[in-house]
């Protein structure tokens, strides 16, 4: 009996409509449109909190509505309350790309990646020195988005963004606040490699220079330098991973 | 080891964290918080919870392990939490007794359980579950609940009375959400408190709740403490003795003198109950 409760329960809070029969089967109908009300205003709250400009771009109605589809699907997976906004961008971006100002899922990309770096996990508490021959370390807190409009430039227009290749790097601070700071498509393929940390420094600059045809010459070299300075100074890039251990050493 | 925690503790709530870990006010003796909000996460959050922890004894409470949920528990979660409370060393962590998931889909929300014997062998069973998982004493708080119960299950107080005994388990007694249901629902909330054993009570929670138009009122967590909530806590120490007694304030969050003059009438009314003894 508890379980069958317990699915009305979940119908009456997130189907797009309550049921009569979900409502009948629970009885006291009014009381259990609170809650549907408790919970739908709470989740709407923290995706609102989320993506405000998201929100005032397409107005509230069209933003509510795609909170009501999203939750239609069954409601949060997420016990973390954080993490509902991300599930709610997942469902909707697609559909805003269809329905709404070109440029608006790109402003929802990037105001979920500033969201999900401000809430990231902490960086590791031990990282070894920077060095091409290693394999780099990079902060948990950073998102690389590659967009088609440069909707970090706030305000957003009146008339909205022109359309233009952008890469972004967001992370999070030493005051925990997400900063956006403008790549080129170098350096947003390196990021994305070195977050990846499949291979040392040096293998992955070679990979991305032959990826973009671009050789790795005097000029390319100070530009890295000055990259690698400035990741190292924002704490983009945290060091290095620890050498294996060689099996020769004492134990 | 765990540090004691005693007398008047405040939830250490992000928007009040900042003045309250600058102030570092004495009249806090300890602080409460929720571990979903820390566990995996780094930034300002871990930031607020190191501080604090300098100062202060740390106690946890749950949002999303919910003991009526029908769905088995997250052992990854569990584990993770296991960890966390670990590291705090908290002397015991607690969770409500609801429903807060269905199927996997969580609701953010506490959702009343029906009042019955299959919901008290649900619930009984998932804190011992849950107990052996994390490795500290658990604790469960009694919640607020909107929706009419049927009629031919057990009365509030039974059912908390019911998975208390039946899972040998500790309670977090919320005075506020007795109150609530006591004004919606028309009963005694001193013959709920009665109901209770005292000896099973490890922590209290006070809290202000809406009193909306039509008369419902919600545990929002988001107004002053009400006098009658204030005498329902008077009764309820003299009834269990000197258990610890949280300030929640989870939404519209005043500024900290504000909490903080709460605080001191909890202070006073649990100085006063501890000096006129236990009543039986």
């Known amino acids: 009996m508890f379980p069958e409760r317990a699915e009305a329960m979940h119908r009456i809070c997130f189907d797009m409509e309550p049921s009569e029969s979900d409502l009948g089967l629970l009885g006291s109908r009014d009381r259990w449109l609170v809650y549907r009300d408790l919970v739908r205003s709470r989740l709407t709250h923290i995706v609102a909190a989320a993506l405000p400009r998201t929100k005032n771009a397409i107005g509230e109605h069209a933003f509510g509505r795609a909170v009501d589809e999203w939750l239609s699907t069954g409601g949060p997976k997420t016990r973390y309350l954080r993490h509902v906004p991300a599930e709610l961008a997942t469902f909707a971006i697609p559909v805003w790309r269809g329905t709404e100002a070109p440029w608006v899922a790109d402003l929802a990309s990037y105001e979920l990646a500033a969201w999900n770096v401000r809430h990231a996990p902490r960086d590791p508490s031990s990282v070894a020195e920077f060095a091409f021959d290693r394999k780099p370390v990079i902060t948990t807190a950073i998102e690389v988005l590659r967009l088609t409009h440069p909707v970090h430039d706030a305000p957003t227009p009146a008339l909205g963004y022109e359309r233009g290749p952008v890469w972004l790097c967001v992370y999070r601070d030493a005051t925990h606040q997400p900063i956006t700071t403008k790549l080129n498509a170098i350096a947003a393929d390196l990021l994305d490699a070195w977050q990846r940390a499949d291979r040392t420094v040096a293998q992955s600059v070679e990979q991305v220079a032959a990826a973009h045809e671009t050789g790795i010459g005097p000029a390319f070299v100070e530009k890295l330098a000055t990259l690698i300075a400035d990741f190292i100074d924002r704490r983009i890039i945290l060091g290095g991973q620890s050498p294996p251990r060689d099996p020769g050493q004492n134990a | ?280």
């Not at chain 2, 509030?156 to 005075?175: G, Q």
Request: hydrophobic share 40%; charged share 25%.
């Open chain 2, 1 to 280: 080891m765990s540090r004691e925690i005693n007398g008047i503790g405040l939830g250490l709530r992000y928007d009040l964290a900042t003045e309250l870990l600058e102030r570092r006010p004495a009249s806090v003796s300890w602080v409460e918080i929720h571990p979903e909000n820390y566990v995996d996460r780094g930034g300002r959050y871990r930031e607020m919870l190191e501080l604090a922890r300098r100062d202060w004894p740390v106690v946890t409470h749950g949002l999303s392990s919910c003991l009526g949920d029908p769905a088995p528990f997250d052992a990854g979660y569990l584990s993770d939490l296991r960890t966390f409370l670990s590291d705090l060393e908290v002397p015991w962590h607690s969770e409500h007794l609801c429903l807060g998931a269905v199927d996997g889909r969580f609701f953010h929300d506490l959702l009343p359980l029906p009042f019955t014997d299959e919901a008290v062998r649900t619930a009984s069973q998932r804190l011992s579950e849950m107990r052996d998982a994390i490795g500290v004493p658990l604790a469960f708080e009694n919640v607020s609940y909107y929706a009419t119960q049927e009629p031919n299950g057990l009365a509030e107080a039974d059912f908390v009375v019911e998975v208390l005994e039946r899972a040998d388990a500790k309670l977090l007694l919320d005075v506020n959400n007795i109150y609530v249901n006591a004004e919606n629902f028309g009963f005694d909330p001193k013959a709920y408190v009665d109901r209770i054993p005292a000896e099973r009570v490890v922590q209290i929670h006070v809290a202000g709740h809406l009193l909306r138009d039509d008369g419902l009122r919600i545990d929002t967590h988001g107004e002053p403490v009400p006098e009658d909530v204030y005498d329902l806590l008077d009764y309820a120490l003299r009834r269990i003795g000197p258990v610890p007694v949280l300030l929640e304030r989870d939404n519209n969050v005043p500024p900290l003198d504000v909490l903080l003059r709460e605080m001191e009438r909890l202070r006073a009314i649990y100085h006063t109950a501890m000096e006129a003894g236990i009543v039986p």
